[in-house]
């Protein structure tokens, strides 16, 4: 197995573990104890305030990303037609988990006032699985032209 294909596939197994874990610690006050925050948690509360919008994250920040690793795993195997090749980049765009991460990061960077808020390791992993999805979606689109 190419060691393409398998940075590929690892990330079948990072994305998960990057959803459950720890992205940031957010607490009201200097004095109160922080709790931690993940792509899951996150989820879980939008949940329980608006289903529609908690099963739009879902689909485009957890499902999206897998289909397109699954994608590109069929288009580095060959198992799958040249046609569907325009579809890794429609997934790419539908993938939102890096416009996730920024729109985290933007939160980190202003803060929330009254609180605190602290970077956890969640969000390193995170980050990685992120840049790593965009640049193994790049490589075939080059070795193509």
Known sequence: ??????????LLIAFPIAWGAPLLRAGFLPVFGLS???????VASLWQTDILLALVVIVLAMVAPIAKVLTLE???SNRLPAR??????HLGR????DVFLIAIYITVAKGIGIGRLEVAWGMYLFTACVVTSLALSLIPARKQT
């Open 84 to 89: 569907i090749k325009p579809w890794l980049f």
């Open 74 to 76: 069929g288009v580095l």
């Open 1 to 10: 197995m190419s060691p393409l294909r398998l940075a590929n596939l690892s």
């Open 36 to 42: 931690e925050i993940s792509v899951l948690s996150g």
């Open 94 to 97: 539908l993938a939102m988990a």
